[in-house]
């Protein structure tokens, strides 16, 4: 069992683009070679699918968690390293985050903004110090990017708060900038109040 693991927030789609599958199914190999294994929402069909079945062909663990109420509609993958079945989103959301080391987002939905944006809302409230990041495949995410930037023009999020969320385009940067990951002292992001 490897030492670190990545949970992996991506769609339950392909998307429209076929570099979405290619960027999840690359970042999976990517991912193993880095020694991490892979924690992500259980399914077997979309951009999950993709990136679990790099995984295992890689040889490497894959973990998945997913609510009982969408193992049938999600598909819940049968060939997992270990499926987790709880009972509701919140608690596949707090469990992920508890058998992760980070959190990386690739392209999806509402889904994968909920799930990415909590992760980095609780390192700021310093419930947690594990790097959040974004693989920005294709450019997918430069309209929530640029989101976050006018939050911050707009004084509803502080700078230094912006600069928990990692992007990049090239997944092996991303990967070193994670490996790299030096948390910041929780007193100093638990003390603001901000949303």
Not at 17 to 44: I, Q, T
Request: hydrophobic share 45%.
């Amino acid at each position: 069992m490897p030492s670190k693991r990545l949970c992996v927030f991506c769609g339950s789609s392909k998307g429209v683009r076929a570099s979405y599958a290619h960027a999840a199914r690359d970042f999976g190999e990517r991912l193993v070679a880095h020694g991490y294994g892979l924690v992500y929402g259980g399914g077997n069909i979309g951009l999950m699918g993709e990136i679990a079945d790099a995984v295992l062909a890689a040889g490497g663990e894959v973990v998945g968690v997913i609510p009982s109420s969408l193992v049938a509609r999600e598909v819940g993958h049968r060939g997992l390293s270990e499926l987790v079945v709880v009972r509701t989103m919140h608690e596949r959301k707090a469990k992920m985050a508890e058998l992760s080391s980070a959190f990386v987002a690739l392209p999806g939905g509402f889904g994968t903004f909920d799930e990415f944006c909590e992760v980095v809302t609780w390192a700021q409230l310093g419930i947690h110090d594990k790097a959040c990041a974004l693989l920005d495949v294709d450019g997918y995410f430069d309209p929530l990017l640029a989101l976050f930037d006018h939050a911050v023009d707009q004084g509803f999020i502080r700078r230094d708060f912006r600069a928990l969320v990692v992007s990049e385009r090239d997944p092996e940067r991303l990967l070193r900038r994670i490996d790299e990951w030096q948390p910041v002292p929780n007193e100093r992001w638990a003390d603001r109040t901000e949303a």
